[in-house]
């Protein structure tokens, strides 16, 4: 027990390090989200309106508005800086993070495998700093409550105890409230659920979709076009990364739409299976669930119409635990996919202007702002991230492969 609090201790310690001289460095290079969109929202917040109505900011159901409501209030209270106590909120959410991910590791696998992947996967893995100290975007609660839901459900294989089914489906509840798109993993529910009874699964549905329905109700009948509009046909940013930046690059517009719709196939169809699958099954090993998740929304922005680089965080907990739980191939191909992601995410923060462009405290200069604003359009963007968009379906693909050979 000792050495687990010895251990978590470092890892803390370890993680605010890193946050903290990282912030040190770049005090006031952050990106759009944090300097202006939130400080829009708390504006319009302040005023008793309806930032849903008011704004385009806003495009999920309404915990973060919550969220920045209370962070408003804190600084009201202690004179800080707003994008201090949102940077504060997410590192702290990021503790979380990392103690749950630790403290379940070490009950599966050896203390120094829980120790290494939790220290590389999250404290010092240079996407996690960036995202929760420059980029600010809430998206870090996704992984929170992502990490719980599998986290409970791995305990449901082996306890089939019908509670941790149900934590299951609550933790999910959160993450569907917080980002929608955790709807992708409801298959994974499946798995073992054949032995739960009728009365509970139907009290596991309403926990997975009654926060997420009661939150979008009020939104929806105080501004309802724009709810239909900004939340309910938000789709994320098309053209910018993979296939839809390729498409709209060349002009295929047509081509674009296309691919959209069979995404959609593609996605409604392989979740099907997969909830189907697993429902077949009396026990899933946890090593299969990590990995299922992390793949299901590993799919998204890889396959799907829109991407943002804040999104890393709906699976980088996942990817941290499975490299604990999986075999040297997967470890090998994890090494692989971060090779190419964190030189990617470092050049889109320290370069692009809407993402905080951090050299330029370092570079003022009107050569360096010049070539920064070359890589603002489209094409460019999508130009920078094919060695990601690579990165990913490779992963992506030896992610399957493995899932079908075990």
Known sequence: MKAALRDLAILFAASLLVRV????????????????????VAAV???HQNPYQLTDHLNWPPFWMQCIYALLTVTKLTGL??????????????????????????????????FWATLLGICLNPICVLLVIQHGNFDVFVGLWVLLSVIALCAFQTSRDEVDWLRACLFLGLGILTKTVPLVLTPLLFAGAKEVRGKTKLFG???????????MSIIYVLAPDDVTAKVLGYRSASGWFGF???FEAQGWHEATAWATRAFGVLEAGLLCFTGWRLYQERAVTPWKLV???????????????????????????????????????????LVAFFAVAVPTYLFEYWVLPSHGHALSRYIPTSEFANFAGTWMGQSHQTLARLPIFAAYLGLLAFGARTVARR
Not at 205 to 215: C, D, E, K
Request: net charge neutral.
């Open 45 to 47: 917040l302040e005023h």
């Open 205 to 215: 549905a309403v926990l997975a979709l009654a926060p997420v329905a009661f939150g």
């Open 244 to 246: 839809s930046g390729i």
């Open 291 to 333: 990995l299922l998740a992390g793949l299901l929304l590993l799919m998204v922005p890889a396959l799907g119409p829109g991407y943002a680089p804040q999104y890393a965080y709906w699976w980088l907990p996942l990817l941290a635990a499975s490299a604990a739980l999986g075999d040297r191939p997967w470890r090998m191909a």
């Open 21 to 40: 001289v990282y912030a040190s460095f770049f005090p006031d290079e952050v990106s759009a989200d944090l300097a202006r969109n939130w400080m829009n």
């Open 81 to 114: 800086r707003f994008y201090t106590v949102v940077r504060a909120l997410l590192v702290g959410t990021e503790l979380a993070i990392i103690a749950v991910l630790h403290r379940w590791l070490t009950m599966l696998v050896n203390a120094r495998a829980a």
